[in-house]
C-alpha cells in the first residue's frame, strides 16, 4: 500500500470496532509503547481520567504496577523491545494484561490479544490502536463515529489547508513548533512526530498554559525566531484562548491558528490528528523525500542487535 | 540577591528538612506546578513510582482525584492562578492537600503548608520545593546530603564545563537539544526551562529511547542541523549508552556529552541540574541578557486580568 492510501485507512480505522473484554477490578491503569504506538497512551492519558492512567515509553514499568494494575501493552509490529519488556515486567507483577498488536510475539502472550490488521506503517495505524481504548472506556455513540469518518473522509479528498501550511514551512526551511492545550497537548506530539517521521525535519510540541512560564520571555528576545513557523491549535478553553492572543500582543509574534472542526471531543481530536498527518505528508513531497523511509530506524536496530 | 547568589543558594537548599507530616492513607499522589514550580513534580514523579504520580500544569486536576488522593500543590509565590484553581478543585473533591509555597494564596490554604524561604525567583527554588517530597518519600542519608552539598559547593566555585558549553552555543547561535533517558528526562526538561527563562532562547528536550522512534531520521535528513546543539546526558544503563552511540553512528552526527558527577541518584540528579542552571547562566552573560529579567512574564500576567 502506498503511503497516501495508508493515510486514507484511518476514516475506516475509526469504525473499528473491538474493545477489552471486562478487564476486571483494577485501580490504575499504565499504557506502554513506544513511537507510533507509543502516542496513542498519551491521547488516552489526556482524554481519560477516572483512573491514574501512567504512559511508560521505556523498558521499565513503574514501582506500583502490581496486580491491581490493569496494563496495556500497544506495539504495533508486536516485536518492539521496549514494549516486550516492560510487558514482562507487568506480567511478573501480576498485572492484567491486554496486548493491542498486528502480530509479532506480543500477539503470542498469554493474555487478552487485541490483534489489528496488519500492513501498515505503526504510525499510519493510529486509529487500530486508540479505537479499542475509546470504545472500551468511552463509549462513543454510532453517530458520532460514522460523523468522525465523514469529516476525515471530507479531508482525504481535500486538504488544501494541509498544503498551505506545508509551504509555508518549505518556503524558508522552517521548523514546525506545534502550541495546544488540553485535550490536545497530545496532538501536538502526534504533529511533531509526523513531521518527524514523515517529513523527516526536526519539530516540536508545547502547551498552553505551561509554556508562558517559561517560553514567553525567547518567543520575543531569542535570535533566529525566524527560523520557526509556530502553529496554535485553538484552545476548547476561553480562559487559554486569551493566553494564545496575550502571548502573540506581548511576544510580537504570530501564530498560525488551527481550529478544530467537529462537535465532538472524537471528532475534533481525529480532525486535527488527521490534519497533522497531512502536512507533514505534504511536506515530504515539497521535500522530495520519501515520507514512508524508515532505513535508518531500521538500520539502527538492526546495530543495537 | 542578584541571580548569581541565588543560583549559590541551591547547594544549602539541599540541607532544607521540611517534610510532609503523616499524610493519611492515600493511593495515588496528584502534584500540581507551573514553570519553575511545576518542573518540582516532573523530577518527583521520574524518581518515586511506589503510587501512581499524575503531574498537573493546567487549571484542572484528573477526574479520579478524590478522598484517596494526596495532592500536592507547588507554588514558590503562592499565586499561580492556574496552581490555585487545580488545587480548589482537589479541596472540592476531599483530596489531602499539601501545600509547598513561599507565601501568597496559597499559604492561607486550610491544610499543612510547607513554607519555604522567600526572596528567590521560583526556578531558583528548586531545593526548597524538591527537598520536602524527597525528604518525606526517599529518605536520605544526611552523609548523601552532604556530599551532594559538596559537590554542588565545587560548581560554584569552578563551572568552566558549563562556560564551555555557553559558548559552543553562543557562537554560532545555536538551539540546544537536550537528550536524556529515564531516570534524567526530566532534567532534560530543566534545562530546557532554564535556556528559556535564563538565555531567553529557545531550546528543546527529548528522551531516549523514545526519540529513536521519531527522530533519528531527522538527526540525518532534517535541515539546517547545524542551528541545532545536541546535548546528550549520559545514560545510567548500558542499553541505552549504546542506542547514543549508534543514533550518533547513523545519523553522522555527533552529541556533546554529559556525564553526572556522584555516586547516588541524589548527587547526580542536583549535579545534573546545577550544570545547566550554568550553562544557561553563561549563556546569557554571552549574550548581554539579564537571566533574572522575567518582564514579559509580568507584563502577560497583568494583561490576562
Redesign the interface.
Known amino acids: 500500500m502506498d503511503f497516501a492510501a495508508e493515510l486514507k485507512s484511518l476514516k475506516d480505522q475509526i469504525r473499528y470496532r473491538s474493545r477489552i473484554v471486562t478487564p476486571g477490578v483494577f ?2 491503569i499504565v499504557i506502554s509503547g ?3 504506538s ?1 502516542v496513542v497512551g498519551r491521547i488516552f492519558a489526556e482524554i481519560y ?4 492512567v ?1 504512559v511508560v ?4 514499568v ?3 504496577v502490581d496486580s491491581n494494575t490493569l496494563f496495556i501493552a500497544i506495539s504495533y509490529s508486536g516485536n518492539t523491545e ?1 514494549t516486550l519488556s516492560a510487558c514482562e515486567e507487568a506480567e511478573e507483577r501480576n498485572a492484567s494484561i491486554v496486548a493491542i498488536t498486528s502480530g509479532g510475539s506480543l500477539a503470542r502472550k498469554n493474555c487478552q490479544v487485541i490483534r489489528i490488521p496488519p500492513g501498515l506503517q505503526p504510525r499510519s495505524a493510529l486509529g487500530y490502536m486508540l479505537m479499542p481504548l475509546v470504545n472500551t472506556f468511552l463509549n462513543p455513540s454510532q453517530e458520532d463515529i460514522e460523523r468522525t469518518h465523514l469529516i476525515l473522509k471530507e479531508m482525504d479528498e481535500n486538504h488544501s489547508l494541509a498544503s498551505k501550511l506545508a509551504s509555508e514551512i518549505f518556503k524558508q ?1 522552517r ?1 514546525p ?1 506545534v502550541m495546544a ?2 485535550p490536545y497537548r497530545s496532538v501536538a506530539y502526534r504533529w ?2 509526523q ?3 514523515n517529513a ?5 510540541s508545547s ?1 498552553f ?2 509554556l ?14 525566524d ?2 513557523y509556530f502553529i496554535a491549535i485553538k484552545p476548547e ?1 476561553q ?1 487559554i484562548r ?2 494564545v492572543d ?2 502573540q ?3 510580537e509574534r504570530t501564530f498560525t491558528a488551527v481550529e478544530p472542526i467537529g462537535d465532538t471531543l472524537l471528532q475534533k481530536l481525529f480532525y486535527l490528528i488527521h490534519l497533522g498527518d497531512y502536512v507533514s505528508y505534504e511536506l515530504a513531497l515539497l521535500r522530495n ?1 520519501d515520507p514512508s ?2 532505513s ?2 531500521e ?2 536496530k538492526r ?2 542487535q
Open positions: 485501580k490504575n513506544m513511537g507510533g507509543g481520567s477516572k483512573f491514574p501512567v515509553h521505556d523498558y521499565h513503574p514501582d506500583f521496549e526551511e521548523f513548533v492545550s488540553s511533531k512526530t513531521f518527524n517521521e523527516k525535519i526536526l519539530a516540536f502547551d498554559p505551561e508562558n512560564h517559561n517560553e514567553t520571555m525567547p518567543l520575543k528576545l531569542s535570535y533566529s525566531l527560523r520557526f478553553s480562559r486569551k493566553r496575550v502571548t500582543l506581548v511576544t523525500i523511509d524508515v535508518l530506524i538500520e539502527l546495530k543495537l
